[in-house]
């Protein structure tokens, strides 16, 4: 299924979930935040959150620095 990835369109697997996704992508699991269709996804939330085809996922990741 297609879901877009911060813009980006990617195809991953029916039935993935929040986590799944993060792993596809090479993405840490800690020190990020995410969204799902614009609502935020807890960090224990994620392996449990499906995401479905058309969705949108927002990814940020921290960046030390002032």
């Known amino acids: 299924m297609r ?10 697997a029916d ?15 800690t020190g990020i935040a995410v969204a799902l269709d614009g609502e935020v996804v807890p960090r224990a939330a994620h392996v449990a959150t499906p995401v479905s085809a058309g969705a949108v ?3 940020l990741t921290a960046v030390q620095g002032g």
């Open 57 to 59: 996922l927002e990814v």
């Open 15 to 29: 039935g993935a979930t929040v986590a799944d996704v993060l792993t596809v992508l090479g993405l840490p699991t």
């Open 3 to 12: 879901i877009t990835v911060n813009g980006d369109i990617r195809d991953v």
